[in-house]
């Protein structure tokens, strides 16, 4: 049984973003989760990575302040050519995150919305998965091995399912309960069987794509296990520190791609690691938005190993979240808000 969404691109004006009213309207997680679709973060984030390699785009990457018990993360970018301008801002402690967008018109620096944001981050990077998949993995990929069961990793498989005709999910995480709920309570969000197994190796060895969404800071499995033709997703390390990515993965990897190098050489412990080691450098990367943007290649047989490494920027929060506003001022949801009225 092959593992598609069904897909209905948005016309390109649902991200061409238009001032629909003077005051800004406020959009909550709850409203976010009814207005959002996968298919719709897929567009806005391989519309984002477009952008940035035809230099119509810009990103800054992400910054932190210390704060009492944790750190402000920030990130901001602007894309005129759809009219839009915004950043994602999240205090980070131990009480946990808080991830809010303010989304500004392009012309007139209105504030368009505010937008609650944990959802639209984990879709946001799934959509990027997706992206990477869809232009470095084999295109008859079947097998999807999935390496962490927490929070991200069900937005990770359905990206990954939408642009591949995956038929097997095997999911590993060192908790038993938590892979064995996971494939549970996710069995039919995609056409796929979605398997619990036992052990790193055996959701790698066979796989044809796979995606790594875990906290961890040592390799989460062995570059020896993959088979010539895998595609991998990197996606949960962001940090200098963190390593889910062993060396012999990276010097297995034909192709290595991030989102971008600025970013990727302030967080990027798989990468940072490997070139310490001599393995590669950072010469031998290239960003996936000169891969989308046709300027750089991707996969260019069918037995290299491909690998993206994912870290988040902030264009795939402000073109998802103008998408988002789109949708919600067409279905009228939302409060609106009179801040900065004259």
């Not at 940090?239 to 990515?245: C, F, T």
Request: charged share 20%; proline share 3%; net charge neutral.
């Amino acid at each position: 049984m092959k593992c598609r969404l069904r897909f209905t691109f948005y016309p390109a004006h649902i991200l061409q973003y238009k001032p629909q009213h003077t005051m800004t309207l406020l959009l909550t997680e709850h409203d976010v989760e009814n207005l959002l679709t996968m298919e719709m973060a897929l567009e806005a984030v391989e519309t984002a990575f477009r952008e940035l390699g035809n230099g119509n785009a810009t990103n800054h990457a992400r910054r932190r302040v210390p704060i009492k018990n944790g750190l402000l993360h920030y990130m901001a970018s602007a894309a005129p050519s759809h009219n839009i301008f915004g950043l994602k801002i999240y205090p980070a402690t131990s009480m946990g995150a808080n991830f809010l967008i303010p989304l500004y018109h392009y012309e007139t620096a209105k504030l368009a919305a505010l937008i609650e944001a944990d959802y639209l981050g984990k879709m946001r990077t799934g959509a990027a998965s997706g992206v990477a998949t869809k232009y470095l993995a084999r295109p008859e990929a079947k097998v999807l091995g999935l390496i962490g069961s927490g929070g991200q990793a069900r937005t990770q498989m359905q990206a990954i399912c939408a642009v591949r005709p995956i038929e097997r999910v095997l999911v590993f995480s060192r908790s038993v309960e938590k892979r064995q709920q996971f494939a549970q309570e996710n069995q039919g969000t995609v056409a796929a069987e979605i398997v619990a197994v036992e052990s790193a190796r055996e959701a790698v060895e066979s796989a044809d794509v796979v995606a790594t969404i875990t906290n961890s800071a040592t390799p989460v499995f062995e570059g020896a296990w993959l088979k010539p033709g895998t595609h991998i997703n990197a996606a949960g390390s962001n940090h200098l520190k963190r390593r889910e990515i062993d060396g012999e993965t990276v010097r297995r990897s034909s192709r290595i791609a991030v989102d971008m190098l600025e970013q990727a050489q302030q967080e990027c412990g798989d990468l940072a690691a490997a070139i310490t080691e001599g393995i590669t450098a950072w010469e031998a990367v290239v960003e996936l938005a000169e891969v989308v943007s046709g300027k750089a290649s991707g996969r260019t047989s069918e037995s290299e190993i491909t690998l993206f490494e994912s870290h988040g920027l902030s264009v795939w929060d402000v073109l998802t979240a103008a998408t988002v506003y789109e949708r919600a001022v067409q279905t009228s949801v939302g409060q609106k808000i009179p801040l900065f009225q004259a």
